[in-house]
């Protein structure tokens, strides 16, 4: 079975066919933070997060200089370009000034054709979406957002801080503008059978975001919900059952929706469990298995 050639829409293609060539994105550390975070009232961050905000585990000094580094090998081994991704926490949290020199320095570099930012809903106000949409009509621009689930009482019991709601009217405000917008969403969460799962699967569609992202949870080192599995509160999804919520995600989403991810990873040392996450071709390629059976 050929696993080079998968049966949806993924961003490779999509960067393929847009800029003629091999895309790569950088993750990015810029700094930021999350109101998650620094807000008193809902100190500690998403139950799911680690330390590091999601963020790029191999980072070493200035964003900066890592990006630079990266564009430039990226180049020389025939890469058409390489998108900025900043990736940590929350990269529209914090003074707009500031993240406008963030983002125009990295547009700066040799070979930087794009920007992906990852946010939340509640981190865009005027402000933001000002220079946002200044910036997507200069450049390649898309903003990624965590849905994760529709279910409010999901939301609230993962300490995420904003209602299901806040999601659509980001949405919206994005879409407005045409800022190209991805949305993530996590299956297996604390509570949620399977009917509701698929239900944020559907609602997921019906906002038909430009891109999407689909990951099982998996508990990381640092977490609170690493004290939640280790006390045995959390039933994590099996191989099995992800591969099938996977494939009913991917038959839900239009067609011609971007798949960014099928699946997440976390390296060893971070991830403590389900360990067959460590193993990201091995979940994509079951994936891609099954569709092409059905």
Same mark, same amino acid.
């Given at each position: 079975m050929d696993f080079s050639r998968v049966p949806y829409f993924s961003l490779s293609d999509y960067l393929k066919?847009?800029?003629?060539?091999?895309?790569?994105k950088i993750s990015l550390d810029a700094g930021f933070t999350c109101p998650n975070r620094t807000k008193k009232e809902r100190k500690g961050g998403c139950f799911w997060c680690d330390p590091y905000g999601s963020g790029p585990e191999n980072q070493n000094g200035d964003w900066y200089?890592?990006?630079?580094?990266?564009?430039?090998?990226?180049?020389?081994?025939?890469c058409k370009g390489v998108i900025a991704y900043f990736q940590a926490f929350s990269n529209t949290y914090g003074d707009p000034e500031r993240l406008e020199e963030i983002y125009r320095k990295s547009l700066s570099i040799d070979g930087v054709i794009g920007i992906a930012i990852g946010t939340r809903q509640d981190c865009l106000d005027d402000d933001v979406l000002k #220079?946002?949409? @200044?910036?997507? &009509?200069?450049?390649?621009?898309?903003? *990624?957002?965590?849905?994760?689930?529709?279910?409010?009482?999901?939301?609230?019991?993962?300490?995420?801080?904003?209602?299901?709601?806040?999601?659509?009217?980001?949405?919206?405000?994005?879409?407005?503008?045409?800022?190209?917008?991805v949305l993530h969403l996590i299956a297996g969460l604390p509570e949620e059978t399977e009917e509701m799962i698929l239900e944020s699967f559907k609602e997921c569609a019906r906002l038909k975001p430009w891109g999407v992202k689909l990951h099982p949870l998996h508990i990381v080192k640092g977490s609170t919900f690493e004290e939640w599995f280790r006390e045995g509160k959390i039933k994590l999804l099996s191989f099995d059952e992800?591969?099938?919520?996977?494939?009913?995600?991917?038959?839900?989403?239009?067609?011609?929706?971007?798949?960014?991810? #099928?699946?997440? @990873?976390?390296? &060893?040392?971070?991830?403590?469990?389900? *360990?067959?996450?460590?193993?990201?071709?091995?979940?994509?390629?079951?994936?891609?298995?099954?569709?092409?059976?059905n």
């Open positions: 066919e847009k800029f003629g060539g091999k895309v790569k200089e890592r990006l630079k580094s990266e564009a430039e090998r990226l180049i020389n081994k025939d #220079i946002l949409d @200044e910036l997507n &009509k200069e450049t390649f621009l898309f903003i *990624e957002i965590g849905m994760q689930s529709c279910h409010n009482q999901t939301l609230n019991l993962c300490n995420r801080g904003h209602s299901h709601e806040d999601t659509t009217v980001a949405m919206g405000k994005l879409k407005e503008r045409g800022i190209l917008t992800y591969i099938n919520l996977a494939v009913k995600f991917l038959k839900i989403i239009p067609p011609e929706t971007v798949i960014h991810r #099928i699946t997440g @990873e976390r390296p &060893k040392g971070i991830l403590i469990a389900p *360990e067959w996450c460590l193993d990201k071709n091995r979940v994509r390629n079951e994936i891609i298995k099954k569709l092409i059976q």
